[in-house]
């Protein structure tokens, strides 16, 4: 863009002088003005060049010596032994470099949807998001939805064309596709000039190229419709000369309050286009001191007034990354938002709201012992770290992903972001009773780093299930678990069916053993029948005579509940009938409440032997979210689960809601399933309904 900033932090160093190339590599830097840093997310799809966009601009400002690549491991943001197994990042990285005086704290965001955890907590970190898009290939729709959820809270974007120096890279095009994905509000800065030798500025209008005048006054009136001078429209229409100076004030403010989307493009291997996007970062994106921070309240719910973007106002942060270290220990990614972080201070970490995916909610006060800052996986030891700034501090015992950093004396909570909920069950065992012990030990860490990893200890099945976004993130996780020591196997997920009585039936329960001394006397005869599905367990007593005391009536019924729990026919819980106590005999010394129990038992137990039983599947009621173009291959699909769709309605993102009651034998894969049906645009979320007949 070579613009020369009207924003105060970019005065003085703009990208491509020596200063913004050479010496200090922004790791090292501690900033004392937050006005002085970025926090630029750059999200996309998995293969558009993110992480060798990030590489190229840490070799063009010197915080590396060279380039690594994706196929050797070698990039700076994938040195996850999973991320370089797979070719693709499986977690956010922060990768900080120095233009001018400004520090950038880039972060790299996977593009695989099975990821979207880490990318959420990337934009959480973020300030304002380059999207990457690849000058190739077409758009993807999860990008797209990506693009909607960032403008409904207004973060500042604009559009990375990557891989122009691809043989089939055709920038034209490439716009033409960005303006229909993502608005009329996108266009480009910048054009290529011939043979990808370089950048044109369009808004200059040095270059006399027809192809230059033509964008340049699409350009212009873009941003003037954005620029809070209402005069300049009429200005410009009426032929006026507008100055350089005005239209570049207008265009920065556009960009960094999120109304206006420039284009740039880049080849980052041949370093095209690396100056431009510098200059943009420093220049035209928000530092921390123009975004509000996410809301607070004290560790009652409280809330408390809005934060500020001040390095002498209380502390608050947040842990954006978490991850284990067998040297450092738990290492924590953390954002400032508020106040100063220092080495050797006392801090409060807190975590609420994730206890139903198997984080308990937590209090602890801490001391920071290391302070650091990140370069992918390496730390770089710093002081401090103030308001806007990302750290890493290591040997925290207690934090997970999410949890808020206050100070000890005045603790508080942030306001969580929205977390992805996992819906792909994968049911895990020890391979021998060690490892058993070694998996306990070792699946709390995991699941620490991971708040879109749901654990589940299921009370039917007795199974461990993971629940995870989808396959990579499964075979992430199994990573973890086994580069710990952990020797495990996955085993079929169990679907935790129940058992009811379809016809009425009547049990006998004799249990009566002599063996010297007191012995054990217990007869009693039941009725059982089937009750409607949800109304439960109704035991009565109808015992005529006092053949049987009251006090072993309860214990009839404590048998009974026992051997319902411990199902009748495939270890199932039975639910959903009437049991009747109706006769009975008792022995004035060997009767006894353990007898009675017995008793009970065994009488559900002929009962059943002599009625039909019925096993009953969990449905659940589903919500899925599509574009239009998929809801009647949605629909089908759903038929074909045997589901039952409830209703359509149109939703807030331009698609269609469908509402179904699916058996969750047939949404073990549906995250997966569903994604491959919708091109990656659909989603769906899901809950208990009721339990019904399984089908012969």
Known sequence: MSVKGTREPAKGSGPGTAEAKGGDNGSTMSPTDPAGIRNVALVGHSGAGKSMLVEALLAATGAIPRMGTISDGTTVSDSDPSAIHQQRSVTLSVAPIRVGAVKVNLIDTPGYTDFTGELRAGLRAADAALFVVSAVDDIDGATVALWGECQKVRMPRAVVLSKLDHPRADFAAAVVRCREAFGDSVLPLYLPAADNAGLI?????????????????????????????ETLMDRYLGGEELALEDLIKDLETAVARGSFFPV??????????????????????????????????????????????????????????????PFLGRV????????????????HVGGRGLADRGHEDHDADERVTHLYSPVGQGLKAVPQCIAGDICAISKLANAETGDSISDREAPLLLETWNMPEPLMPVAIEGASRSDEDALAKSIGKVAAADPTLRLERNPDTHQL??????????????????????????????????????????????????????????ICDIEVEPLGRGEGFVFSDKIVGGAIPGTFVSSVEKGVRAQMLKGVLAGFPVVDIKVTLVGGKTHSVDSSDAAFQAAGALALREAAAAAK??????????????????????????????????GTTADDTAGTEITAEVPDQELLRYAIELRALTAGTGRFRRSYLRHEALPK
């Not at 500025?201 to 003037?224: D, Y």
């Not at 009652?300 to 209380?314: E, M």
């Not at 449905?619 to 409830?646: F, K, Q």
């Open 201 to 229: 500025g369009i808004i200059h209008g040095t270059s006399s190229e027809t192809r230059v005048e033509e964008a340049r006054g699409p350009l212009v009136e873009g941003i003037i419709a954005e620029s809070e001078d």
């Open 465 to 522: 299930v993971l629940w995870c976004m989808g396959e990579s993130h499964a075979e992430v996780v199994l990573d973890r678990l086994r580069n710990q020591g952990v020797k495990l196997q996955t085993v079929d997920v169990i679907t935790p069916l129940r058992e009811t009585f379809a016809t009425k039936a009547n049990g006998h329960g004799r249990h009566v053993k002599q063996s010297g001394g007191h012995g054990q006397f217990a």
């Open 332 to 347: 924590c990614l953390v954002r400032v938002f508020s106040g100063t972080l220092r080495e050797d201070s006392s801090i």
């Open 264 to 325: 740039i493009p880049t080849a980052a291997e041949a370093g095209m286009g690396l100056a431009e996007l510098m200059a943009l970062m420093t220049e035209a994106l928000p530092s921390p001191l123009e975004r509000v921070p996410p809301p607070a309240m004290t560790l009652d719910g409280t809330s408390l007034k809005p934060l500020r973007c001040d390095p002498a106002a209380r502390l608050a942060a947040e842990v954006v990354r978490t991850t284990v270290d």
């Open 613 to 646: 039983i019925q096993l009953l599947e969990p449905v659940s009621a589903v919500v899925i979210s599509v574009p239009d173009e998929y809801v009647g291959a949605v629909m089908s699909d759903l038929s074909g689960r045997r589901g039952r769709v409830t």
